[in-house]
Structures are given as structure tokens and as C-alpha cells.
């Protein structure tokens, strides 16, 4: 017989009229809440904050946060717990906490996007099939041995291959987001372990929902079993034939570019209640309807995205973490036997086991590298937010009991717990396109070849200043340039990044925006106009910013490039850059150095190759020349600049001139290198007036920035290296004032706001081949000695 226990509550209202009035306004519904979301999201946050840097995702701080506050701990039968969390108090705070789920999923659905099923290869079909497969016919099979051989209670015996399966499901609501905490959703690893969860989330979403349709009409004994089904299957119908073209509607209603209707975002939060009320009614979990609109909604722009960036922050933030407050509320420790605890965690083992085995084998099969095909395991076998909503839907029906579910909800904290740091440890996804074993750099190319570039574009104003870069880096039909264009923009509105390579006659604007054309279109014109000389490829990355770099760096590997050409994040034309935008772009293109597979130039635009030159800048023939100047003072970026000038010197249009700043002290193993590169110069340009090569002595660092004001002037473009040996006297003491360390000492003096300078500047850096971890670690630090370094110096304020 159950026991019912009844509590009377005297009813005040809802509302307090305030201390200053009398009133406790924790005796009162809406003040306990707002006070549970509060220390809820904050005990999250604090977790996140610790252990963020450990590599641990945001499921173990909220799973954390929940148990900490639970009855366990703080929530027990204490002062604490009678004030904050009352039992009067539980029925809207669970209210609130499953709304707040109901919001996370639909969202994960909508940032979801269902192509990559189609797109998914035969690889990723077959690590999810096998991922799914493999550990449910394992833990099942532990099962029944278990159940034959080991003396147990009932209540765990009857729910032991019930325990099995659960633990054998996957999600790829759960494998995107852990992916997007670990910052590797556009790896290589992670767009497979998402097209992989696709397939095994997808047969698990079906295996759960018809195990709960069968557990419920056995339950009620009314045989509605096909009508139960029929109506399950009427509401996917309503969703993906009326709801879906519907929001498609709402896209195709929408110009480029231009924000969704209020009216639209209101219509679909209309769509979730109706399908989560509908899922109610069908007799299955109200959060199904919401998880299956959020898989129809478009991804991305502009319904998805709009969708994401009202409701993501607050969802995740605020509302999100009372769920897992909900969820650690029926964790009770005290009721765990340690017997039961071994059993489950045996299943739970072989489960773990047979998703990391199902997830290997296939992957050795297909010749991945056995580090990977274990990070990829490890990925596949996480749990989180899907697996809680299973097991609570299961322990609702009677398949489980609570103390077996308060054992397997701490159990996947604790493998998942332990996984995620193992991943970020075991997984570099930068190791793919670092290259040691041949250089790709100008200064090693061989001459009269194709040169390979990658041109980075954030805005499209920037499209006139790389062209015209492109054109004085003399492309000729005997040395062609093949130049891959990729406008980067930030992942909004889907979980998976997407790498578009745009092709004549092929709309790809649903995937894009209207940016891309017009680059893309600039490109290819310039590409018909010297079709003998230059090969143009374009595509489109959206991604997040953290990871952006990976994109970058992948498609410079794969297309051998010798050189990534990245804009400066500050822009002194016309372009308005709010610092919004100019931070995350500095920090790809921090990024983008620090793990370059080929050399790199940040090209700081000040218009300058944009302007007519003056009738200073014209050659004897009566052709107008880009005026550029090459600042040389020692180490490999000086050589990597002095040979990409020794290209332009074949120009007929530019006019170059290279200024050597000696140093009585330079290393002598250095200066050897340095003129050969040096001597390669003077060779390119023997015969040809309109370059000149200096000498400049200079004794210290005062000396050679007098020299450098004096030249700024004169120029279009100056080539500079960025990094510098910190010991050299010309350097000595000048690193204290460096505004833009991406830039190197020479860059950002010539960049600085405060300097009135009006040349474009392109800094060069070469590839860093071999270079030790600790160097790329200190790569935008000049106290590193025996290494080239960025140094800084206070600029001159006039």
C-alpha cells in the first residue's frame, strides 16, 4: 500500500508586502523562488569558475552544484534547508526547473543541424551504430549473469537489464555540448564524434521512446497501446509537415541580413508549449514534442540564430541550473547500500567499456591513430542532461527505484568527470596541421613556382586592400599565385560548424550571408582579370571564435599553403569595428600565430594601397608603382619579409626599397643566414632603378626609431618582421609598452593610434618549425631568452 504524506499550509498569497510591513518574504512562494534560482545559478557558477581550467564541462559544475545543494548536504534537515527550500516551495520550483530543461533541449535542437545525418559518411554511420550496439548487447549480457549469480535485493533484480539499457544510451544533445565546452567541435575528431552521436542518439531517442509507450500502457493494462503509438506519430507528423514548413516560411519571409520578426519568435515559443502540452496529453514526457520542434527549426541565420541569442544565456544561466538543483533534491546518500552501489557500478563499467571498444574498433578499422580513436571513445561514452531526464522518467514508471538512480546519476558525474579531462589532455587538434617535416615559407619556396596564400576575411570592406596586396606580390604566369579566400563569421544558431566551399553557378546564401557574395564575387572578378596569373578558391567558416583558428589552420595544411594573410582587428578606414567584434577577431588572429602550419602576415590597413599614387610613384614607362619599403634587422621573420620584397621586386609596378639596420654585436651564425637572403636580394634587383638597398648604422634603439619616423612617409606599404632576438641592443630594455604584441616592437610602433603614421604595414612571421611547446607558449612574450621574442617600447607622444 503507498503512503501519502499530507502537509497543510496555511495560504498568504503569493507575493510579500515587505519587511517594513511585517512580512517575511521568505514565508512567500515568489521570493523563496527567485531566491532558488539565484543560489542555484551562483553555486554553478562558482564550480564552473574552478574547475573550467581543469577541462571539466559545464554538466559536472551544474550536476555539482546540484548535489552540494541537495538533501545530501545543504539541503538536508537543517536551518539552511527549512528557509531556502521549504516543501511548500517544491512544486513551483520544479515547475520553473523543467521549464528551464524544456528551453535548453528545444535550443540544442534548434543549434542541431539534421544534414549532418545525410552528409555522414560511412565511417560515422558505422562508430554509431557500433556505439550503441556494441555496449547494450555487453551490459545487457552482465545483466542476465549478474541477475543468475549474485544474490541481490528484488526491487534491483526486477530493474537490473532496465539499469543495462539505460546506461548503454547516447545523445548528441549531450556530445554537443561536451564538445562545445572542450572547444572542438570543428576538430576533425569532433565533427565525426557529432556525425557518430547523430546516429546512435537517433536509435536511442527511438528505443527509449517505444520502451516507455510499451512500460506505460503494460502499466495501465487498457491495451491503447496502437493508439498511443498513433498519436506519438501524429504529433512528429504535425511538427515536420505544418510546424516545420512553416518556420521555413518565416526564413523565406525574411530578407538577407536582416533580423527576424518579433512576431515569428513569439509564434514559435507558441509551437513549444502546444508540442509539450501535446506530448502530455499523448501520455508521453512533455519535453519529446519541444526536443523533436527544436531538430525542425532552420539552423542558423536567421530563425535559429535569433532563437538562440534571445534565450541561450538565460536559459543556460539562470533557469538551467534549478533543474539540476531538482535533480540533486532525489539524491539521498544516506540511502546507498554499498552492494547495490558495486552491482550497478559493474554494469556501469561494462557499459563505459563497451562504448569505448565500440567506438575504437571501427575507428582503428578506418586507420585513425590509436590516441584518437581513444579520445573519440572516451567522447562517445560522456553523459549529461538527456541521460537524467531518462532515468527520472524511468524511476516515474516504476523500471528503477531511487537509490539505484541516485547511484547512476553519480556514477555518470564520475566517469564523465574523469573523461573530460583525459580528452583535453590526450587530443591536440592542432597537432594535425603542425607540420615538422618540410617548411612552408616564402623564403624556402622555390623561385619562379606557385605561390600558395590563405586570405582571412572578417569584413568585406577589407576586400580592395588584399586584392591589391595580392596583385603587388606579383602574381605572373611563370610563378602563379593560388590564393584561397575564406570570410570567417561567428557560429550562431547551430552546435556544428560549417565549411562551405563556394563554386561558380552554386547558391550556398542560405549558409552564408550576403558578406560572402560580395567578397566572393570582388575575388573572382579580379580573378577573370588575370586569369594566367591567379587561381582563387573561396569558401565561408562559420565557427565559434575560440576555435576559429582550427578552421584557419586546417585549410592552410591541406591546401600547402606558404603564407595566411589575417586583417588587423583595429581598422583605421572607413570600416567601424566595435570592440564587440575587434576583441574575439584579435583573438583568432592570436591563435591563428601561435599555431600557423605555414608563415603569417597581419596586414594593419590604413587605405593606403587603396589611394592613387602621387606622381612621385610613377615609373618611367608612365606606370604608377606601389611605393614599398622593407624594414631588415635580424632573425628569420626580417628573412621571411626580405623574400616575400624580393618577389615584389619582379613587379614592374612597385618600387621597394629595403633599409638594413646593423648591429655591430649580431650573432655571427645569424648574420651568415641573414645575408644570404640578403645577397638572394641584391641579386633580384641588380639592373632595376626603382629599388634601392641601405645600410643604416644605428647604436641603440633610439637611433633606429628616429630612422624608422623618418620613413613612414615615404611609403604604401612597409614589410617588418615581428619577432626579434630580446638580447639584441637595438631591443635591449624596450619591453614594457607593447600595445599590440601580435604585432612585434616594429608593427605596433608603426600601428600605434598615437604615432602619425598613415602606411599600411604588413607584419610577417615565419613558420615556426620545431619550435619547442614553451616557445609557442611565450610566443607573445619577450622575456624568453635564446629564443625570438616580441619586444616593447613607450611610443613617442607628440
Known sequence: MNRANWICETQKGIRSKGVFLGDNPLKYPSPILLLQLTIAALVTALFQFILNPLGESAYISQMLAGILLGPSFLGGENDFAEIVYPVKSFYISQTFAFFGCMLFLFLVGVKMDLSIVRRSGKKAVVIGLSAFFVPLVLNVGFALVLQRTVTMEPQLHKSLVAIAVFQCLSSFHVIGCLLGDLKLLNSELGRLAVSSSMISGVISWIWVILAFTVRLSTMKKTGNLPFMGLSLAALFVLIIFIMRPIMLWMVAQTATGKPIKESYIVSIFIMVMICSLLGEIVGQHFLIGPMVLGLAVPDGPPL????????????????????????????????????????????????????????????????MPAIDALSLGLIMSAQGITDLLVLQHGMLLLLIDGECYS??????????????????????????????????????????????????????????????????FNPTPKSPICFCVVHLIRLSGRTAPVLITHRPGKNTSLHSNNYSDHIINAFRLYQEHNASSVIMNAFTAIAPYATMHDEVCTLAFEKRT???????????????????????????????????????????????????????????????LYSVGTIFVEGPDDRE???????????????????????????????????????????????????????????????????????????????????????SPLFMGLTEWNEFPELGFLGDMLASFD?????????????????AEKEKTDIFNCHVKDSFSVVDIPHNRH
Do not use: W
Open 641 to 727: 619579409a626580405l623574400a616575400l620584397a624580393t618577389r615584389m621586386a619582379g613587379n614592374p609596378n612597385v618600387s621597394l626599397t629595403v633599409t638594413k639596420f646593423t648591429d655591430p654585436k649580431q650573432n655571427k651564425t645569424q648574420k651568415e643566414i641573414d645575408s644570404e637572403v640578403i645577397m638572394k636580394y641584391k641579386t633580384a634587383i641588380d639592373g632595376k632603378k626603382q629599388h634601392v638597398y641601405k645600410e643604416v648604422h644605428v647604436k641603440d634603439s633610439v637611433d633606429m626609431i628616429n630612422e624608422i619616423r623618418s620613413m613612414e612617409d615615404f611609403f604604401d606599404l612597409i614589410l617588418v618582421g615581428r619577432r626579434h632576438d630580446s638580447d
Open 304 to 367: 535559429g540564430s535569433a532563437l538562440v541569442e534571445k534565450l541561450d544565456s538565460y536559459v543556460s544561466n539562470i533557469l538551467l541550473p534549478s533543474y539540476f538543483l531538482f535533480t540533486g533534491a532525489r539524491i539521498n546518500l544516506s540511502e546507498i547500500r554499498m552492494k547495490t552501489v558495486g552491482i550497478v557500478e559493474v554494469l556501469a563499467l561494462s557499459s563505459f567499456c563497451g562504448k569505448v571498444l565500440g567506438t575504437m574498433v571501427p575507428s582503428l578499422y578506418c586507420k
Open 407 to 472: 547511484i547512476m546519476i553519480l556514477s555518470s558525474v564520475l566517469f564523465t568527470g574523469i573523461i573530460t579531462p583525459i580528452v583535453k589532455f590526450l587530443y591536440n587538434p592542432s597537432k594535425r596541421y603542425k607540420s615538422t617535416k618540410r617548411r612552408r615559407t616564402i623564403e624556402h619556396s622555390l623561385p619562379n613556382m606557385e605561390l600558395g596564400l590563405l586570405v582571412c576575411m572578417f569584413h568585406q570592406d577589407s576586400t580592395p586592400s588584399i586584392i591589391n596586396l595580392i596583385e603587388v
Open 562 to 624: 606558404s603564407m595566411i594573410i589575417i586583417p588587423f582587428h583595429k581598422f583605421f578606414s572607413a570600416i567601424q569595428c566595435t570592440e564587440e567584434l575587434a576583441h574575439p577577431i584579435r583573438s583568432v588572429n592570436r591563435n591563428i600565430l601561435q599555431n600557423a602550419p605555414c608563415s603569417v602576415g597581419i596586414l594593419v590597413d590604413r587605405g593606403t594601397l587603396n589611394k592613387k599614387p602621387s606622381a612621385l610613384h610613377t615609373s618611367i614607362s608612365g606606370r604608377s
Open 755 to 771: 604615432a602619425n603614421c598613415e602606411v599600411s604595414v604588413l607584419v610577417v612571421q615565419q613558420q615556426s618549425f620545431g619550435c
